[in-house]
């Protein structure tokens, strides 16, 4: 599995290091972010969302998660799970879906549909190296948001009191559990 959890750990956190940036300078106006200040760090931001926007997040992920680890949809495609001999970092695109979705998470431009394997490989190994450094990327944005002067270099981002690394610790508990 390390083969497949290289790309898969590089593009979350790509897409945590963006949504960092993002969330640190976009604001969004319609509810309900537009109760939520913009002059806080972003895991701070994501404590102050309700519940059920963090449930909506965490089931779409998931929903992701096994739309791209199912034997029925991969078997679609030609392919097999990766632990079973399949290709690594292969994600299904969303044309099984009951209905079309524009655009894909992989290739959505479809610049790669006739590449050469060599160009993929190459390909691959480009996106495996900036998910490596993306996570110091993203591990850099927590160390300063929680201890300033972590990371000299960003000593004007908002820091954050909680627990980045604990962000389920405000406001959200599994149903059933006590909080």
């Known amino acids: 599995?390390?083969?497949a959890a290289a790309p898969k750990h590089g593009r979350v956190a790509m897409a945590a290091f963006v949504g960092y940036c993002v969330q640190s300078n976009v604001h969004f106006p319609w509810a309900p972010f537009n109760s939520i200040p913009t002059n806080i760090a972003p895991a701070e931001q994501w404590a102050q969302l309700?519940?059920?926007?963090?449930?909506?997040?965490?089931?779409?992920?998931?929903?992701?998660?096994v739309y791209s680890e199912h034997s029925f949809i991969l078997e679609k495609y030609g392919q097999k799970h990766y632990m079973k001999g399949g290709k690594p970092g292969f994600f299904?695109?969303?044309?099984?879906?009951?209905?079309?979705?524009?655009?894909?998470?992989?290739?959505?431009?479809?610049?790669?549909?006739?590449?050469?394997?060599?160009r993929k490989a190459d390909g691959l190994l480009k996106e495996v190296n900036n998910g490596r450094l993306a996570m110091i990327g993203i591990m850099g944005f927590c160390a300063e948001a929680r201890v300033p002067g972590a990371v000299p270099a960003l000593s004007n981002i908002a820091h954050y009191a909680g627990d980045p690394m604990a962000p389920f610790a405000a406001n959200f508990h599994l149903p059933g559990f006590a909080s």
Do not use: C, R
Request: proline share 15%; no cysteine.
């Open 50 to 65: 309700p519940e059920a926007a963090k449930w909506q997040i965490i089931l779409f992920v998931g929903f992701l998660e």
């Open 1 to 3: 599995w390390p083969p």
């Open 92 to 118: 299904p695109d969303f044309d099984t879906m009951v209905h079309p979705v524009p655009l894909n998470l992989w290739d959505p431009l479809k610049a790669y549909k006739g590449a050469s394997a060599e």
